[in-house]
């Protein structure tokens, strides 16, 4: 069985462009979640989808991000513009649907803002 | 404010030497506790969880870990470190956000070293 994967693995962009990130959780879960680790800080959630509905996007930081899980199968991350501080490794993890359930992570998308 | 403190930034240890790595939680109601181990160029591993039972769970790879309520901390533990173990550790905690459902609340990490 496939793990959740990330693409792409690597992304430079400029400050002030656009970069979208997708993740595709294992076949069959329910829940997928954005994460976010900054500057070797922390790593901490940004949001949490069940399906194709946003159930907590309390951890975006700003509009300028934008979660999308259209069909309830992959979720793409748009940064719209970029800014310096957006600089990090995004992770996706996803999980069965029990309420207690594991979250299981994918490899991360290292994004670089120059 | 839920949180999880990981005291170690940076651990080095021998080869075949015992290893704790130490975890200490915020949490207002009974904890759902998990390890994860993040090895050069891989993504976050699931090394053993904690949700209710025998308060000594164990892991992959000969990690175990044990909760202790009374001091808050949820300590992994190796008996023999191997050279492959050389990475980064975490510790979370579940907590609950909108549905009932859980986002994790992340240490910021322990990097181990092992020296052959």
């Known amino acids: 069985e496939a793990g959740v994967t990330q693409f792409p693995s690597h992304s430079v962009i400029e400050k002030g462009q656009t970069v979208t990130l997708r993740c595709d959780p294992i076949?069959?879960?329910?829940?997928l979640y954005w994460y976010r680790r900054v500057m070797g800080k922390e790593i901490k959630f940004l949001l949490h989808?069940?399906?194709?509905?946003?159930?907590?996007e309390s951890g975006m930081p700003n509009n300028r991000f934008l979660a999308e899980r259209t069909g309830g199968t992959y979720s793409t991350l748009k940064v719209q513009p970029a800014e310096l501080e957006d600089s990090g490794v995004y992770f996706c993890a996803s999980g069965a649907g029990a309420r207690s359930d594991t979250q299981y992570f994918g490899p991360g998308t290292r994004l670089t803002v120059l | 404010a839920q949180s999880v403190t990981q005291p170690d930034i940076h651990i080095t240890v021998s080869e075949g030497a015992s290893l704790e790595l130490r975890c200490n939680y915020s949490?207002?109601?009974?904890?759902?506790l998990f390890w994860y181990v993040q090895s050069p160029g891989q993504g976050l591993q699931l090394l053993l969880k904690?949700?209710?039972?025998?308060?000594l769970v164990q892991g992959i790879k000969g990690f175990e870990a044990e909760f202790k309520r009374s001091q808050s901390s949820f300590n992994l533990r190796k008996p023999s470190v191997h050279w492959s173990d050389a990475a980064e550790y975490f510790c979370a905690v579940g907590a609950r956000i909108s549905g009932g459902y859980n986002k994790l609340i992340f240490g910021a990490g322990t990097r181990l070293a092992v020296h052959p």
């Open positions: 904690y949700f209710s039972g025998d308060t």
């Open positions: 076949s069959g879960h329910d829940n």
């Open positions: 949490y207002g109601a009974t904890p759902y």
């Open positions: 989808f069940v399906k194709e509905s946003k159930q907590d």
